[in-house]
């Protein structure tokens, strides 16, 4: 139940509401950060001292994988994550298990010990949002939400191909109510329907077989329903061609295609009182940008093109984007590009499985590990923090790791020392093959992130992104009471000498507060506050949406399960919220 919260004398960094290390005090009542508290109420309350510390509004990940059909094939191809990475239960936790794909208790815990209390889910196949969703609702700790994969889908080409906008627009508002998702995924746009038949697409103008439309068609036709219906996020793309040498080039055109898009953010909620827009102003979300910037024409001569996206999104004010980090060690490759993973699997020999999820998507499983010794894997290491540190912008930036692609959340803490401190960066580099130095510009960047630009790309961007600022990423009033307080005096902080002790703090909050209960302390879980799941409730022209779903019924045959049996009923999900969208409609 949530508590009376007097959090004294922090040093305060919200940059939704400019707040740069000040000294102040935050309040929390009911589960809300309010302005202050009566002296009876400050008799009742309790007062958590964080006298040279740092505090946050609680972390925000808008970018990971931890449920869902794709995750529990990556549990299965893991048996070492259960016996190398435990956790016993104790009287209020469950016990837990695994690395790079923890079991869904333990991933609810390990966030909390880090400071984040919401993430979404990236990748939800529609005929498979039932389990996603029993997934999610097992995961402790967390306020969730899913992202709906829709650009390989047959009702979507279809639509697109015949310029029939109206229908698109109904039919993503119905599913999106249907399996109770949040925003709009795209993943290699036509190509992974191509996948269903041994074949992929190699440019945005290519058209694919059966439904022959282009990549290119489609970005432009999800970004623009995407607008049309005023959903509360851009589009989460993954461009054509990732993991290819070379591929930054079709990144670069990817992004370019909707930068005349208008954002429109047509939410009915009450927002908290911030002094930063906290409304969406980007109509295209790219990401994990390091595996969409791959420079070269092959491996031999594979090099870091990030400055080349870096300086585009510099120049632009329509894109955001995440980094998707690679922090070296174990990963599991896991995404709805089918053949991405193939190739991957190619490279490594190891195991690997392939999924067809019928009329919709498909996906990719690979174990996988990523080595200092490699070349490319540490150009990789490189990029992932050049995609951070070159955006002049931090309100352009989402650190991630693309968990657990990259590397496991888990590994949060390094990614962010090695952007706060240009030492850890030079000693990792003395134990990395030198093409990270050779053929990327990290080794030439200086500049260091403060706990501001921190307190931006992990709360106040991936919060605005989302469109969950009216709530989320700030200390604001009105805003839930989630806050996390890291044992770091910023008036002390070395991050030349001490970067180590830095990792230590970061991946143990001092405390985790959850919409005003103390969820973690020192690393210790204290209680398993309540959570909730968001989805995007659209609103479409009842004639419409009635017209499309005649279509569907009728291509319903194609299914192997019933049209009765499609929709994701709330009960699947924890206090299942809803956040408005179109409501004229």
Not at 310 to 325: E, K, L, P, R
Request: hydrophobic share 35%; with cysteine; net charge negative.
């Amino acid at each position: 139940m949530a508590a009376t919260i007097a959090i004294k004398n922090g040093h305060v960094f919200d940059p939704l509401n400019e707040i740069n290390g000040d000294i102040m005090d935050i309040y929390i009542k009911d589960g809300k950060v309010v302005p202050e508290l009566s002296d009876a109420e400050m008799k009742d309350a309790k007062v958590v001292d964080a006298t040279g510390k740092t505090v946050m509004p609680g972390g925000v990940d808008s970018h990971t994988h931890i449920a869902g059909a794709k995750v529990n094939s990556g549990r299965l191809m893991r048996p070492e994550d259960s016996y190398k990475w435990n956790r016993p239960k104790t009287s209020i936790t469950h016990g837990g298990t695994g690395e790079t794909v923890p079991s869904v208790y333990l991933e609810g815990y390990e966030y909390a010990q880090m400071g984040y209390t919401t993430a979404f889910e990236a990748a939800v196949p529609p005929m498979e949002a039932r389990h996603t969703h029993e997934e999610m609702h097992s995961i402790p700790m967390l306020d969730m939400g899913g992202y709906l994969v829709l650009g390989n889908n047959w009702f979507m080409m279809r639509y697109l191909k015949e310029g029939d906008i109206d229908k698109a627009a109904a039919y993503v508002a119905w599913m999106m109510r249907t399996h109770k998702t949040y925003g709009i995924k795209c993943v290699n746009p036509a190509g992974v329907e191509n996948w269903g038949w041994g074949k992929n697409v190699e440019s945005l103008d290519e058209t694919n077989i059966h439904f022959e439309i282009t990549p290119r068609e489609i970005i432009e036709g999800l970004t623009e329903v995407n607008e049309m219906l005023g959903i509360p996020m851009p589009v989460h793309l993954h461009a054509n061609n990732l993991g290819h040498p070379g591929c930054y080039e079709t990144t670069k055109e990817s992004l370019a295609i909707p930068s005349k898009v208008k954002p429109n953010q047509d939410m009915g909620v009450e927002w908290a009182e911030t002094k930063f827009d906290p409304t969406k102003d980007k109509s295209i979300y790219l990401t994990h940008l390091q595996f969409n910037a791959f420079g070269g024409t092959s491996w031999r001569d594979f090099e870091s093109s990030v400055k080349d996206v870096t300086d585009y999104v510099n120049s632009q004010d329509h894109v955001v984007i995440d980094s998707g980090s690679v922090p070296f060690g174990e990963a599991t490759c896991m995404t709805g590009d089918g053949p991405s993973i193939h190739d991957i699997a190619v490279l490594t020999g190891g195991k690997w499985s392939n999924c067809d999820v019928e009329l919709e998507c498909g996906s990719g499983v690979c174990p996988f590990t990523y080595l200092k010794s490699n070349p490319v894997h540490s150009v990789q290491w490189a990029m992932g923090l050049e995609s951070l540190l070159l955006i002049d912008d931090p309100w352009k930036t989402i650190m991630t790791t693309d968990n657990p692609n990259g590397g496991p959340f888990t590994k949060y803490p390094n990614v962010m020392t090695w952007l706060m401190s240009e030492a850890y960066r030079n000693e990792t580099f003395s134990e990395v093959h030198k093409w990270a130095n050779d053929r990327s510009t990290l080794g030439g960047v200086s500049r260091e992130l403060s706990l501001y630009d921190i307190a931006t790309i992990t709360r106040a961007t991936p919060a605005k992104t989302n469109g969950m600022a009216h709530r989320k990423g700030s200390l604001a009033v009105g805003a839930d009471g989630d806050v996390t307080i890291y044992d770091i005096d910023p008036t002390k902080l070395d991050v030349t000498a001490s970067y180590n002790d830095l990792i230590t703090k970061f991946r143990y909050a001092d405390y985790t507060i959850k919409g005003g209960e103390i969820a973690a302390h020192n690393g210790e879980i204290m209680s398993i506050p309540e959570r909730r799941t968001y989805y995007s409730d659209i609103k479409v022209d009842a004639n419409e949406e009635k017209k499309m779903l005649e279509d569907v019924k009728d291509w319903f045959r194609y299914y192997t399960l019933g049209f009765e049996n499609y929709p994701t009923p709330e009960k699947y999900l924890v206090n299942p919220t809803p956040i408005n969208v179109n409501m004229e409609k």
